[in-house]
Nanobody
Framework: QVRLVESGGGLVQPGESLRLSCAAS????????MGWYRRAPGKSRELVAT???????NYADSVKGRFTISRDNAKNTIYLQMNSLKPEDTAVYYC???????????WGQGTQVTVSS
């Protein structure tokens, strides 16, 4: 099991930026893929972005061009740079780590992102 700790959430105005971090308890080189998901009030959890061990990335259409997922193998940490934030980006953001391709993976505790004027 991988322990994941997210940080970096907060309250920002529309158009501003935030960077989320997710620190893993093990070397992320042993993890097949890591990613960010979010759950908005009254909605189901949805994929935001993923990054594989090989560096391949995948984004939800709603965040393409605004969000960037990256990884620092030396720090066992992944990041989500969020630019041009919109009110509809308001959600709890969760980090996920899948050691195996078809596993559900492990989850962090979540970090709240609120975009409001």
């Amino acid at each position: 099991q991988v322990r994941l700790v997210e940080s970096g959430g907060g309250l920002v105005q529309p158009g501003e930026s935030l960077r989320l971090s997710c620190a893993a308890s093990t070397t992320i080189l042993s993890i097949y893929a890591m990613g960010w998901y979010r759950r908005a009030p009254g909605k189901s959890r949805e994929l935001v972005a993923t990054i594989t061990r090989g560096g391949n990335t995948n984004y939800a259409d709603s965040v393409k061009g605004r969000f960037t997922i990256s990884r620092d193998n030396a720090k066992n940490t992944i990041y989500l740079q969020m630019n041009s934030l919109k009110p509809e980006d308001t959600a709890v953001y969760y980090c996920n780590a899948r050691i195996l391709p078809l596993s559900e993976g492990d989850w962090g505790q979540g970090t709240q992102v609120t975009v409001s004027s």
